[in-house]
T-cell receptor
Framework: DAMVIQNPRYQVTQFGKPVTLSCSQT?????MYWYQQKSSQAPKLLFHYYDKDFNNEADTPDNFQSRRPNTSFCFLDIRSPGLGDAAMYLC?????????????FGNGTRLTVT | GENVEQHPSTLSVQEGDSAVIKCTYSDSASNYFPWYKQELGKGPQLIIDIRSNVGEKKDQRIAVTLNKTAKHFSLHITETQPEDSAVYFCAAMGGGSQGNLIFGKGTKLSVKP
């Protein structure tokens, strides 16, 4: 019973061609996160939404944008993918923030840039 | 900001042996320390966590210990099985309301039958 669902599992895009990754959740959690994970590295937080409030990490490139049209869905838009953006992109949710709200991850979308 | 160091980066054990993974953190205000297991092609899954008011927590074959004074915490897996093979990440959460997780770099555990 997947509770954080990411589509597609694998995405191939061309250099410079915009791409959108999607995430949906059935947990009714307030917070949704996008992480980038490169091979053999830790997940790196790009940004998160607390309800409709968007919070961008200071070192997230402008090339990455996000939308959260409703509680259940969140999108990651990469405006002009470069070869360095090839990675696993992980969506996560939490009920709130802080130590009483563990993160729940989806299975990720692996992005390839050709 | 918070910095989390994790060791070792790879660990190979024989089935039935114990495995220990250690992490240190830098921010004394951090108050939540989860451990995630990531299998190939999947997202990280929470396996156990500990809060700063507790020194040890156990769940079947998995235990976590926390030493706040030394700012380190460890994952212990006893009686390892081949299905324990995965990448394990420790993480620390700061004490502020944002509560963003900072991950260690991961440990690739291989359990040989």
């Amino acid at each position: 019973d997947a509770m954080v669902i990411q589509n597609p599992r694998y995405q191939v895009t061309q250099f410079g061609k915009p791409v959108t990754l999607s995430c949906s959740q059935t947990l009714n959690h307030n917070v949704m996160y996008w992480y980038q994970q490169k091979s053999s590295q830790a997940p790196k937080l790009l940004f998160h939404y607390y309800d409709k409030d968007f919070n961008n990490e200071a070192d997230t490139p402008d090339n990455f944008q996000s939308r959260r049209p409703n509680t259940s869905f969140c999108f990651l838009d990469i405006r002009s993918p470069g070869l360095g953006d090839a990675a696993m992109y992980l969506c996560a949710t939490s009920r709130g923030q802080g130590r009483n709200s563990p993160l729940h991850f989806g299975n990720g979308t692996r992005l390839t840039v050709t | 900001g918070e910095n989390v160091e994790q060791h070792p980066s790879t660990l190979s054990v024989q089935e039935g042996d114990s495995a220990v993974i250690k992490c240190t953190y830098s921010d004394s205000a951090s108050n939540y320390f989860p451990w995630y297991k990531q299998e190939l092609g999947k997202g990280p899954q929470l396996i156990i966590d500990i809060r700063s008011n507790v020194g040890e927590k156990k769940d079947q074959r998995i235990a976590v210990t926390l030493n706040k004074t030394a700012k380190h915490f460890s994952l212990h897996i006893t009686e390892t099985q081949p299905e324990d093979s995965a990448v394990y990440f420790c993480a620390a959460m700061g004490g502020g309301s944002q509560g963003n997780l900072i991950f260690g770099k991961g440990t690739k555990l291989s359990v040989k039958p």
